[in-house]
């Protein structure tokens, strides 16, 4: 089968990117990408990147015009849309042009961010509405597009995997966030807790692996706060140096769809902590296999990480516990079960 994926794609990183280039890799079927053009990107066989203007609002509407366009000019068998906006609006339109059926995976911020406006709510219903067959990637994500009202026999809840990673090296005692800088991911309250965790282990260090609209605002509060183990990496391609065998992952996000750097984390043997937001407590189980806190309570989250810090017993636990739970989150899973939606949507329309 000949599928159109519409996403987001490399050079970008993100969830999004790692889930699709998985997909790639491990479906029986063939795609063509349909993302954004990109000066730093390089040619590839497979890819089509259409022209946008850079400007809120335009980008997508520029981007949703330029990918129906070029969309009539292509052969394939099914759409598949990896998120709403602008990229399922896109795929929305073509599968009324060209009368082929229609896949859109709902990864997070475009159902908890972009759902809760006004101006998108609409456009959303009217996309999820069109779509043949929904993927949420958490029973979280399940659960709000029900109360946005749509048709609960269309949602298919595939949760994203993880491959086999090299195990943490030996190093300096870490807590770790990864991920975008954005309000929705909470980092301002892991910030605030590290000053209490820094108080209990003045040797730990804060390393903040990522990039957004953030960053110099979560810059400014660790100077204001007089914290100044606190290292910003930027996004970074290679995470091996990252991971310490005394390392703690932390994922404090106020909205979280999935959160697949908890998987990463895991199956690299270092003990995680999680809000109690979105689909994280359908990774980490409390206790088991990392701890969870309640949403924006930094000295509840801070008493997590020391937790960890100070009992070896609870390391290894928690380590073991992840380890566990990574077998049953495969990226060949995830592939099998979205060829198989593809398989069901291609022979029932």
Not at 114 to 130: A, I, M, Q, T
Not at 192 to 220: Q, W
Request: charged share 25%; proline share 4%.
């Amino acid at each position: 089968m000949k599928v159109l994926l519409i996403s987001v794609w490399k050079p970008r990183k993100g969830g999004i990117v790692t889930h699709v280039e998985n997909l790639l890799k491990h479906s029986r079927n063939s795609f063509t990408i349909l993302t954004y053009r990109d000066r730093k990107a390089r040619k590839e066989p497979g890819v089509i990147r259409v022209p946008i203007v850079d400007i809120p609002v335009l980008r997508g509407i520029t981007f949703t015009l330029f990918s129906f366009l070029r969309a009539l000019r292509k052969n394939f068998d099914l759409i598949h849309a990896h998120y709403a906006m602008p990229q399922g609006l896109a795929g929305a339109l073509i599968k009324k042009t060209r009368k082929k059926p229609f896949v859109i995976t709902v990864h997070g911020s475009d159902l908890t961010v972009l759902g809760e406006s006004r101006l998108y709510r609409p456009v959303l219903k009217w996309v999820f509405n069109e779509a043949d067959a929904i993927i949420a990637v958490s029973r979280h994500i399940e659960k709000l597009l029900t109360c946005l009202g749509v048709d609960a026999r269309k949602i298919n809840v595939i949760y994203s995997g993880v491959d086999p990673q090299p195990p943490a090296v030996e190093g300096e005692r870490r807590v770790v966030f990864i991920g975008a800088l954005v309000w929705q991911k909470g980092v301002d309250t892991l910030i605030e807790a590290f000053k209490d965790i820094k108080r209990s282990f003045p040797d730990a260090t804060l390393v903040i692996v990522g990039d957004g609209g953030e960053r110099e605002n979560l810059k400014s509060q660790a100077q204001r706060l007089g914290l100044k183990d606190i290292l910003f990496t930027g996004y970074l391609e290679d995470l091996d140096n990252i991971f310490t065998s005394q390392t703690v992952l932390v994922l404090p996000s106020r909205k979280e769809g999935f959160g697949l750097t908890l998987l990463e984390a895991m199956a690299r043997g270092v003990p995680v902590v999680g809000s109690k937001s979105g689909g994280i407590p359908e990774i980490i189980h409390d206790g088991r296999n990392g701890y969870l806190f309640s949403t924006g309570n930094f000295l509840s989250l801070a008493d997590a990480v020391k937790k960890i810090f100070a009992n070896d017993d609870v390391r290894a636990r928690l380590i073991n516990g992840g380890l566990e739970t990574v077998k049953n989150f495969t990226w060949s899973q995830t592939s099998e079960e979205t060829d198989d939606v593809y398989e069901k949507i291609s022979t029932s329309l």
